[in-house]
C-alpha cells in the first residue's frame, strides 16, 4: 500500500510576515483595541490570520493592512480583534459572581428601588403556551446588547451602571491600559455598585478607588 502525503504547503497567502507587517499590524491592534502583541505572537498572528488572507484575496500582510487601514466600515478590525483574541468562554463561568450578584447585589437594588418607590412587575415571566417561561415585556424592553470597544474613548453610556461584569477581558491589554479602564469603569458605575473581573485578575489598593468585597471591586457610596 503506498502513502500519499500531501506536499508541504508553501506560499500560502500569509505564510511569512515581515517584522515591518508584523510592527504594523502590532501597532494598529494596541492603538484600536488595547491589545498587546508581543514578539512570541507572531506566529500566532500568522496561524489566525493566513485564512482571512486568504478569503479576502489579499496575497501579503502589507496588502491586507493597506486595507484595514481605508476599511471605514470597521468590519475588518472586527473580524481581525475576534481572530487574534482567545475567545474562550462557558455558561456560567466563574459561578461565585452570579452567586454574589443573585443573592447579595439584587436584593439590595430590589431594596434601594422600592425605597424610592418603584414598584415590582406584575409577574417577571410570563407563562407560554408550551409550559415555558418567557421574561415579561418590560423587562425585555429595558434590555440592549450592544458591541462595545473597550478602547472607545468615549463610553456612549447615559446612565452609570449599578454593575458591571467585565472578566478575563484585561489580562488582554498591558497595565497602562488597565489602569485607564478601571478608571473609565469606576466613573460609570453608581455609588455601591460593583465591578467583576475574572477571578484571576487582581486590582492592588492603588490601582482603583473601590474597595474589594468578595468576588467583586465595589464603588464607595
Ligand atoms: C478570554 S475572553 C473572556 C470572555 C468572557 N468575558 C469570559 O470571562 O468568559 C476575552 C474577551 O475579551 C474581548 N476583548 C478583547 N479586547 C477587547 C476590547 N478592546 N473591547 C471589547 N472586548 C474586548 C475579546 O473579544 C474576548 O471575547
Given at each position: 500500500m503506498t502513502t500519499m502525503l500531501a506536499p508541504p504547503r508553501t506560499d500560502m497567502p500569509g505564510d511569512r510576515i515581515s517584522a515591518r507587517?508584523?510592527?504594523?499590524i502590532r501597532?494598529?491592534?494596541?492603538?484600536?483595541?488595547?491589545?498587546?502583541?508581543?514578539?512570541?505572537?507572531?506566529?500566532?498572528?500568522?496561524?489566525?490570520?493566513q485564512k482571512v488572507l486568504t478569503q479576502r484575496g489579499f496575497h501579503t500582510f502589507q496588502e491586507y493592512y493597506d486595507w484595514l487601514k481605508n476599511d471605514?466600515?470597521?468590519?475588518?478590525?472586527?473580524?481581525?480583534?475576534?481572530?487574534i483574541t482567545t475567545n474562550h468562554t462557558f455558561f456560567n463561568r466563574e459561578p461565585a459572581h452570579f452567586e454574589y450578584f443573585a443573592d447579595k447585589l439584587l436584593p439590595q437594588l430590589a431594596a434601594a428601588r422600592r425605597a424610592e418607590g418603584r414598584k415590582d412587575p406584575r409577574a417577571w415571566f410570563v407563562q407560554q403556551r408550551d409550559g415555558n417561561l418567557r421574561v415579561n415585556d418590560e423587562?425585555?424592553?429595558?434590555?440592549?446588547?450592544?458591541r462595545h470597544n473597550l478602547m472607545t474613548a468615549t463610553f456612549p453610556f447615559k446612565?452609570?451602571?449599578?454593575?458591571?461584569?467585565c472578566r478575563n477581558v484585561m489580562i488582554?491589554?498591558?497595565?497602562?491600559?488597565?489602569?485607564?479602564?478601571?478608571s473609565t469603569f469606576h466613573q460609570h458605575t453608581a455609588p455601591g455598585g460593583h465591578l467583576f473581573i475574572g477571578h484571576s485578575e487582581t486590582l492592588g489598593r492603588d490601582e482603583t478607588a473601590c474597595e474589594y468585597v468578595m468576588p467583586a471591586y465595589r464603588k464607595r457610596a
Open positions: 507587517e508584523f510592527n504594523a501597532e494598529l491592534v494596541y492603538a484600536r483595541f488595547g491589545i498587546n502583541l508581543g514578539d512570541h505572537k507572531k506566529s500566532l498572528v500568522v496561524g489566525r490570520l471605514s466600515s470597521e468590519e475588518g478590525l472586527s473580524e481581525l480583534a475576534n481572530r423587562i425585555r424592553s429595558g434590555v440592549s446588547f450592544r446612565h452609570q451602571f449599578d454593575a458591571i461584569f488582554c491589554f498591558d497595565h497602562r491600559t488597565r489602569m485607564e479602564l478601571v
